[in-house]
């Protein structure tokens, strides 16, 4: 069995200066993800970085043998308003094991992350449903 990390590090992304020094990015350093894969290793399981969602598409394309392969799934997806379910919706295609949520509850939780105004219950839930299915048909 083989441990595969997907992330899109933040070296590999558009760079969010912020007073010429800090590079704000809510996508991890490869150092972060050097330390967990170590640790995965220490475990006793081998443990590689797959890399993120170009790789994923990538993988689709090619229609790549997922078998023994357990994907720990560490990346937001790319910069846009569904990112969170694209890595679930590819490692779906792919037949493929993986941690964290599926794109159902990755849309829910992507729309609901998103969400800037004030409700009332019905109107909340109504606003869940409506933009979840807006999700999965736009991404």
């Known amino acids: 069995m083989e441990i595969k990390l997907i992330c899109d590090l933040r070296e590999n992304l558009p760079s969010n200066l912020i007073n ?9 350093p490869k150092e972060n993800i050097l330390e967990i ?5 220490q475990c006793g399981y081998s443990c590689s970085i797959f890399g993120g969602i170009p790789e994923l598409i990538e993988a689709n394309e090619k229609k790549i043998c997922v078998e023994n392969i357990i994907f720990l799934n560490l990346t937001d997806g790319l910069e846009m308003k569904c990112g969170r379910v694209q890595a679930p919706i590819l490692l779906e295609t792919l ?21 800037t105004m004030p409700f009332s219950n019905n109107q909340w839930l109504l606003y869940i449903a409506v933009e979840t299915f807006y999700i999965l048909l736009n991404c």
């Open 20 to 28: 010429s020094d800090i590079n704000f990015s809510d996508h991890p």
């Open 37 to 41: 894969k170590s640790m995965v290793e």
């Open 95 to 115: 037949g493929a094991f993986y941690s964290g949520a599926d794109p159902f509850q990755a849309a829910l939780n992507n729309m609901i992350f998103h969400i």
